[in-house]
């Protein structure tokens, strides 16, 4: 229960990172709306993965804090298979050091904020997702 509660606080934080500039005038804090989507158990399950066996940290460069979760095993692994068709569509499939990796959006210079999957070919699966923090993460 304490992993759900820590997941749904580190969405929240997400959310928050990617909200646009306050208009003047009182905030409002009516919930976000949100809608089906069935893609999000992908990184639910990577998340939770990660969280259980203690695999996240802090990622940052001079102007974004990321909290970056990195999941292996069968969620690793549906996520890479789900990533396949995305992948061929958004031309994000690349090799290297002996692996291929799938993510998200294409690569544009390394691996910073984007959300990635790969494996060996003999069943090493690892998924890296990172999410937007903002400044409450740094130390």
Do not use: K
């Amino acid at each position: 229960m304490r992993r759900l509660a820590a997941l749904a606080a580190l969405f929240s934080l997400a959310a928050c990172a990617h909200a646009p500039e306050p208009a003047a005038g009182p905030a409002d804090f009516t919930p976000v709306a949100t809608e089906s989507a069935p893609r999000a158990r992908l990184y639910a399950d990577c998340i939770a993965e990660a969280v259980a066996a203690d695999r996240y940290g802090r990622a940052h460069d001079d102007s974004t804090e990321m909290v970056v979760f990195t999941c292996t095993g069968a969620p690793a692994r549906a996520f890479y298979e789900a990533l396949g068709p995305w992948s061929a569509q958004v031309g994000s499939e690349s090799r290297a050091d002996g692996r291929t990796f799938r993510s998200t959006n294409p690569v544009q210079r390394d691996l910073f904020g984007v959300d990635v999957c790969s494996t060996d070919g003999s069943g090493d699966y690892r998924c890296v997702v990172s999410l937007n923090a903002g400044a409450f993460l740094a130390p």
